[in-house]
Each structure stands twice: as C-alpha cells, then as structure tokens.
C-alpha cells in the first residue's frame, strides 16, 4: 500500500476568469493522518480540494490517488468520488432533502446500495455525529452547528477513505468548534485519513499530525505543528500568527518560568502542567479562581489543582 | 462568472461615454439590417471587429470563440431557407434532387437571400458584441433610466442583474456538492438532483427576496429604488467620429445596395 | 467546385457540424441578432410593447400595494436566468438548456413573467450573447409571451379538470415549450416565405428542422419540472 | 442628554409561525460605547436588533431611543432608521446596486439629502471603509470582505447616531476581521455609539466596553468585560467559553505567577508585560526565542523583551 493517499504533483489551474488560482502545487497526503492545511482566503485550499476529487481538472500536473494517477472518465471519477469525500464550508448550499434521514441517505442511494445498507450506513453517520434525534427534522430548521454535523454526515455516510472539510469550524462558537475537532479525530481514529483547512492557527496546532501551509496558489512550507510553528521565516511569508499556545509557551520560556529543553506542549492543559506553582511571598496560597474545567461545570481552580 | 461581462469592466473602451457606444452600436446595426446588398454588412463587421480587437483591447481568440456562438443557428437558419421543397413542375434549381417527385435544392434567388442573411447576421451580431463586450450592464441600466424607460422596468433590471451573480454562486455550490455525492451519475440520478437544486434554489430566492427586503427598508426604503448617478460628458471627437463612420456605411449601403442605383438603372 | 455537387456538400457540412456540436444547440430557439429583417422586428416589437405595458401595469399595482413584492420579482428574474443557464441531460444523451416558461408562468404568473422574460432575454443577449437586440421583440413575444401563456392555461385547465398534478405540470411544461418553438418557426416563416407554397411551406421547412432538437428538449423539460414542482410541494 | 441611547424595556416578540424570539428583553445601550451582544444562533440577537430601528413592532414593552419612546408611523419610523442603522450578516442579501457607488447613494437619497451632500457623503464613506478603489468595481467582482465593507460604508453614509453590526467578523479570515474590528473602533471614536452582535467571546472581551449575553431570547447578563468573564457561573449558563486571555491569565495566578490584586489585563501584550521574569537559577539567562512581534516582523524574544 503506498505511504500517500492522495498526491498533487505541480497541479497548475487558473479559473476561466484568469485567476491563476494553482501554480504548481506539490502535496502528498500520508495515509490515516490528521492534516491540516493553513492558508488565507484566496489562497488555493479549496481549489485545491475540488481536484482531489476530480471536481476539478488540472491544467498541468497530475493528480494521484493511492498511487494511481487519476483519470476523468465517468467511471474513473465515481471511484474517486467514492473514496474521496468532501465536506463544504457553507452547510447551507449542500443540505438540499426535506429531512435530515432524506439528506443523509442522498450519497448511499446514488451509489445503488441495497436499501438495507443504505438505512444501515445513515444510522452509523448520524450516530457518530450524534444527529440521530434530529432524524426526522427539516434540514431548514436546524441550527448552524446542527447543519454542519449534518453535512459531515452526509459524508461518512458514503464511508470514504479521504474526508476533507473546508473550514470546519468557520463561524462555530469555541464550544461547538472544540466538538467538531473532536469528532474528526474520532472519525481519524477509525482510519480515515482526514484533511482540514483552516485559516486557525491554534486549532491547526493542537489538531493536526501534520501541516502544509499554502499561499499564493502554491505550498510554501510544511512539516509537523512542531516544525512548522517554531519556523518564525515561514510564518512571516506566510502571514500567518503564532499559535497562543506557542506564543505563550514562548514568553513563559523566555521569561525564565519553564525549563528550557522541554518540547512544546500540545495543548493549553499540557502547558498549564508544565507551569510550576509558585507560593506568593507572605500569603497562605493563590487566591481561588473560578474557572470551567474541561467538563463545563464552574469549579475552584485552587481545588482543582489541589485534585490534580 | 460571465467572460463577456468581465470584459466589459476591462476593456480600453471603458472610460467611452456608454451613450456614444450605445448609440454607434445601435445605428451601425440599424444601417446593417435595412442594407440589401452584402457589401455594407461585410464592412460592419469589418468595423466592428477592428473596433472591438484593435480599441477595446479584447483578445481575438476569445471574440473568434463568441463568433462561433450563433453559427448553429446561423447555419442551419440559412440552409432552411436556400433550400426549396417543391412538389410541383422543379422551379430553376442551381443545384438539386428530385426524389419520387418531391424536388429539393437551391435556386437562384434563394441562394443569393441565403448569402445576403449570412453576412448581415454576422455584421449586427458583431454591433452586438461590440456594445457588449466594451459597455458594463451597470452603465447600460443608467442610460436606459435617462432614457424614461419606466422606472419599475429599470429597477428590475438592475435587481436582476445584481443577483444573477448571487443565485449563480449559489447554484454552482450546490451542483458541485451534489456532484461529489454522487448526484449525477446516472441519467435518473441527475434529474432528481437537478429537480432537487432548481427547488432549493427558488426557496433561496425566496428568502433572500425578504432578507433584501428588511435591509433596504432599514436605510428608509420607501419604495423607489432611487440611486445617484454619476454624470458623465460626451466627446465631441466621438461623436463626429461616430457619425462619420455611420454616415459612409449608410451611403455604402445606398451605394450597394440597389437604392440608388437602381433608380438610375431599372 | 461544381454547382452539381454544391448543394449535396453544403447539406453534409451543415449535419456533421450539428451533430458536432450539439450543446450548441441549447438556446437555438432564440433568434439569433440579426437573423430577421428590420420591417419584422419592428413589428415584433410592436406586438410585444403592449404586452409588457399591462405586465409592468399589473405588477406596478401589486408593488404599491407590498413594496417587497420588488425584490422578490427582481430574485424570481435572476432565478429565472440562472435556470435558463443550466444544462438538462436530454433524453436522447446530449445535453440542453431549460426554456423555464412553464417552470416561471406556474410559479409567478403570466403577466409577471412577460416582463421577467423580456429582462432575461436581454441579459441572454448582452451577457451570453444568445439572441440579440434586433429580435428581442420577437423573443419576446414567443418565450414571454405566447409560451408562458400556453403553459399558464393548460395547468389552470389541469387544475379545473382535477387531472393529477403531474400531468398537468407536464403539459404545461411541454407544451408551453413547444407553442415557443412552433412561434419562433412562424416567425422566421413569416421573414422567409418559401418561393413556393409561400408561408406555409416556410413553416413547414423550420417546423420540420427545429423538431430534431426542440420535441426532445420539450420531453426533457417537462419531466424535470414535474421533478421541481414535486420537491418544492414537499417544502 | 439621556446617558442611555437605545433602551429596550421588556420587549417581547414573536414571528408568525409562533416561535417565541423575545421574551422580555431589558436592555440599555449606553450612548457613546462599544457594545457587544454575546449569544449562540437562535439567542434573538438579530430579532432585538429589528427592533432597534423599528422594523419589527414589539409585541409587549417598549424600544426608546435617546430617551423618547419610538413611535410606529412613518415619519417616525424614517427619523428612527436615520439615526439607528443596521449593517447585515450577510452583504449579498443586503446589497442591492452592481455599482459600489449607486448602492451607497441609496441611503442618503432617501433622507432627502441634495445631490452635492449625498457625494460628498458617499465619498466620505468610501474613504473611512478604504474602498475608494473599489468605486467603479461591480459588486459581483468584489471579494467577501470587500463586499462587507461596502454594506458597511452603506450605513455610514446615512451618518446614524448608532451603528448596529450583525456577526461583523463572520466568515472573514483572522486579519481581515481584525481590520475590521479596527474600523469600528475608529467609528466609534467619531462619537458613533457601536453595537456588535458575535459569538466569538475573545474578539468581545478585548473590543468591547460593555457586553450583553443573550439566551432564548433574554438577557441572562451585563456588565463590563472584566465583570462578565470573570463570571463562571453566567458564562456555564449562557454555554459560551472563556477568553483565551482570560483563561491564561488566571491560571498563572492561580499558579502564584502573578499578583493577585493586579486588575484584567485587555490585550495579550499587556498581560505578559505582567508576568515577571525569573532567571533560571545556573543559567547565564533565557535561551533566545524567535518570535513575530506586533508587526510582523521576525524578531528574537530575548532581545525585543532586553529592548524593553
């Protein structure tokens, strides 16, 4: 089995309008893993997507699905298609049924599985997307968080090998964005391997196992969050922030309050750890502070630390 | 979205008062359609194209692509009409086939209409690019609002206008999601698909009507979609020029065309 | 070349350059700019002046009664040009664009559609370049009018008659289609009489060549709008 | 002059298919301040904003502005709309013109306005959004964020008392949403009362002087930005997270880093121009860091902070 799913090799396409929107992207996406690709608006992503699954056709360069390069016969495509699915940015424009069940069951019946499959496969999406109460709702009438699970149901339900979502978390509150990122990597965990674009940093950062940043049509830099974050050069071209996380880690550093030769920590909870308390000169402790834990309900930091 | 429409904002003819390339287009079109000889059509076309290449600055590939447009129909229009079916005695045919006593073929005259429509479709059709391709719709829709078109018509047509691009955005997104799943891989696939798409988006239409709706009420709409123009002044050198060239075609067209001459020959 | 074999030659190219481009063929029932002389399109313009003056009347009183009928008009006519952008897979495998006459006159009415029709047919012209100018008249009058009033009475009729829903929708749809198709084929019989047998043979000849592409398309059409109109009962 | 601008006293409302979108709202805009309504989808805030220029009619309480009760007929309802303006979410569904031009010229045109004041305000409009450029552009040509500024620049021309934003930053990628954040804070120190509707709680805390959060139609919770996130109780209720600054900050209190008397910090800056720095006891000092700096500009940490 070769190590790359799914392989641009300096794919070049420039929309009828002129817009030179690919100049020769080289990507090769590693089986089962966590990728994220970081770019600004404009910067080729989707368009990017649309030819990994033959939407679109590159005008130069080659397109390689499991070490196959890819052909655009019908037949050829519908196999593609098959294997690579992608979820949309704007739920709005690709929830079309009248129910949610309806919806889900639209990719399973065009590809002519037998009923009982089809009901079959709906069931899992909509349960891995903890949708199923919302079976029998119209798709109009659900929130904007609820619209997105959809669509990602929508396409698990066609059990992929390649699910890519254009800005999953786009207009998500921090909450809902933080579910959504949780069950790509459950949905990862399963297998599939999962690519993400996103112009958020931090999410990339704590998210991804691997990273390439785009602009300009083309990938001008990756790596592991490690590599990539820590290359200030990069980032610079790239316009891109310092993930918080990172930003933080740095400045903590930096001001002498974490030992030097640590790695950098994943996660805020990881780095908090990493943190040594420090007894105020003259009190009896730190103030409690009230903060959430990871669970939602209001805790005393002081007593939650004390529990760690 | 529309390669025509993206010329039109670009191209070197834009600063062009849109009355004066309205007006030249219209006229020149005019004198094309009442000539009945093919050498005033031949030399519209001729202007036209050297206008829209050489001053307006559009590629020739892409006007060569966009002449080939109408050939379908321009062709077999023409042949329908060269070509005559009779059952009777065969008229004087150029060209023919009688086959079991129904004849078909050319003659004379119908051969010579054919031509003449050939090229005076192809002269106008080149007008119509011309005012196209160097005239955005926005400058288009002003003209005609100073033109007393009633206002409703003129506000329609610029609310078409601005959301045909929407609506079209939209519906691409949505045919391109549909694709990826699968929706137009069969014939019968594709028409529930395509069903599917038209009514979702006559239901997007609908709610972005009201959406539209609330929001030009919230800035005191109260039901005139009054906008300010900015006013622009013609050149007199393109209107001299404009009325030159309209004024050699005309007579090109007398010339030729048998109106003349034909009073001074019967 | 010799004039024996001009004729068998011409007929050829014009077939293999139909069957060669056949997407082409789409919008073949605008008449192209130009293609009618200028007596004709004049008096097409004439005939569909007073039409589109009671349409914009009609609409005009719905407007001053509800301001935002406006803008749902001005959504309905760019809905209406997208559809007419699309491709429909034909049932004879090429591909074609929907006319939307019995699509629009079912959803907003004849009156209204005359003049929605008549703003699409310009935008058709000036951005697509599909018709033109000089023929918009006699555009009009067939797809916005003579079509869309066909459509908008077989499916009252259907209504009246209690037919299933789905045949009326279909015959309006096809047939309305096909009322434009057999207009554009009197107009151009009207320009462009036959030497003999005048008019009539005229018709003849056009009916007889614009029924390869137009009968399919029809069909097409007709199916998918009962498609449309089942989805959009089910909202 | 009435310290408050727009007040809503209980106002209850609901739409015709019987959902209940305001049930007693009580809020008080305070005139002059940048103010942010916090709530996820479906919280009313689009439905109080309505209100606030009169195009829906409260069905209890009452809306008043700048002390005086709102009246419903259309002369008062043009004087409300005059001073109280709403930027949509979405520009597609609020811009009506292809021109950039024509589209500004609406508004001022409906006030009545001679034609010289119109341009000079469409001109001024255009100048403060920096679309100037974009005058003989066609709005279809546009990108989002252009788009967005234009529907921005359609109400400032109107020269309202109050400019009222819904989801200005949604859909916008981090640097455009930053420009336009920074554009309400230049409107707002033109003596323009600004309210914005978002859930993303880190742009609310470091933008706003004062917040409301929204929930099932009500207000759960006031007060200023300090008040309300230190409030774990209302932010758990109101289901919405904590800033990331916030959040950062507490913990290193909690952990002893900071003084525990020292108010909020606003900016991210601010807070580790805070923290103190230790010198790890063995070491000559910290090992540099590269950082970006405010700028952009790739710089090393140790240095930028000895330059301090």
Known sequence: ?308 | ?266 | MSKKFAFPLLVAAGVVYFLLFPQQNAYAMHIMEGFLPLKWCIFWYAVMIPFLVAGLISINKTVQANPGVKMLLGLSGAFAFVLSAMKIPSVTGSCSHPTGVGLGAILFGPTAMTVLGCIVLIFQALLLAHGGISTLGANTVSMAVVGPLVSYALFKAGQKTGAPRWLSVFLAATLGDLMTYVTTSLQLALAFPAPTGGVAASMAKFMGIFAVTQVPLAVSEGLLTIVIINFLASY
Chains 1, 4 share one sequence.
């Open chain 2, 1 to 266: 979205m529309f390669a025509i429409d993206q010329y039109a904002y670009t191209s070197r003819l834009r600063p062009v008062h849109p009355g004066e390339k309205l007006a030249f287009a219209l006229v020149t079109m005019v004198i094309c359609l009442a000539s009945v000889s093919p050498a005033a059509p031949l030399a519209v076309l001729l202007i036209m194209t050297g206008a829209v290449l050489f001053r307006a600055g559009i590629p020739w590939r892409f006007y060569l692509k966009l002449m080939t447009l109408p050939l379908s129909f321009l062709i077999i229009g023409v042949l329908t009409v060269a070509v005559s079916i009779s059952t009777g005695p065969p008229p004087p045919l150029l060209s023919g086939r009688t086959l079991g006593g129904i004849t078909i073929g050319f003659t004379a005259a119908s051969l010579q209409l054919a031509v003449l429509l050939f090229v005076k479709s192809l002269g106008a059709v080149s007008c119509l690019y011309f005012l196209s391709l160097t005239t955005p719709m926005v400058e288009v829709i002003s003209l005609l609002r100073r033109f007393k078109v009633p206002a409703l018509f003129v506000e329609l047509m610029s609310l078409i206008y601005r959301f045909i691009f929407v609506i079209m955005e939209t519906a691409e997104k949505m045919y391109v999601a549909q694709s990826s799943r699968w929706g137009y891989a069969s014939i019968k696939t594709a028409y529930i698909s395509l069903g599917q798409l038209v009514a979702n988006l006559f239901g997007k239409s609908y709610h972005r009507s009201q959406a539209l709706f609330t929001a030009l009420q919230s800035r005191c709409y109260n039901g005139d979609l009054r906008v300010l123009e900015t006013p622009r002044a013609p050149s007199r050198s393109n209107i001299m020029l404009i009325a030159a060239v309209d004024l050699f075609l005309a007579v090109l067209a007398l010339y030729t065309g048998g109106g003349l001459i034909a009073r001074i020959h019967p």
């Open chain 1, 1 to 308: 089995m070769p190590e790359f799913i799914l392989e641009a090799d300096t794919v070049e396409f420039s929309y009828p309008d002129g817009t030179r929107a690919l100049q020769g992207v080289f990507m090769r996406i590693p089986r089962g893993a966590k990728v994220a690709v970081l770019g600004s608006n404009g910067a080729g992503k989707t368009t990017l997507f649309l030819h990994f699954n033959g939407i679109l056709r590159p005008a130069g360069g080659r397109v390689r699905f499991d070490g196959r390069e890819v052909r655009y016969d019908h037949r050829s495509l519908m196999q593609l298609r098959k294997n690579v699915g992608i979820v949309f940015q704007d739920p709005d424009s690709q929830l079309f049924s009248a129910s949610v069940f309806q919806e889900i069951s639209f990719g399973p019946l065009n590809l002519g599985l037998p009923r009982e499959e089809v009901r079959r496969r709906v069931e899992e999406a909509m349960q891995a997307t903890e949708i199923t109460g919302l079976k029998d709702k119209p798709t109009h009438l659900l929130s904007y968080g609820q619209k997105k699970r959809v669509s990602i149901a929508d396409i698990l339900a066609m059990e992929p090998a390649v699910i890519i979502c254009d800005e999953p978390t786009a207009w998500l509150d921090p909450k809902h964005a933080e579910q959504v990122m949780e069950l790509f990597k459950r949905i990862n965990n399963g297998g599939t391997t999962v690519i993400l674009s996103t112009h958020d940093v931090d999410m990339a950062y704590s998210w991804a196992d691997y990273i390439f940043i785009m602009m300009h049509g083309t990938v001008i830099g990756e790596g592991t969050p490690e590599e990539v974050f820590q290359d200030g050069e990069l980032l610079f071209r790239a316009d891109l922030a310092r993930p918080r996380l990172v930003e933080t880690w740095a400045q903590l550093r930096n001001k002498g309050l974490l030992p030097a030769d640590l790695p950098l920590p994943r996660s805020w909870t990881e780095l908090f750890e990493l943190v040594p308390t420090r007894r105020a000169p003259g009190t009896g402790g730190p103030a409690p502070v009230y903060v959430l834990d990871r669970e939602g309900t209001p805790a005393c930091a002081a007593c939650s630390a004390r529990r760690r």
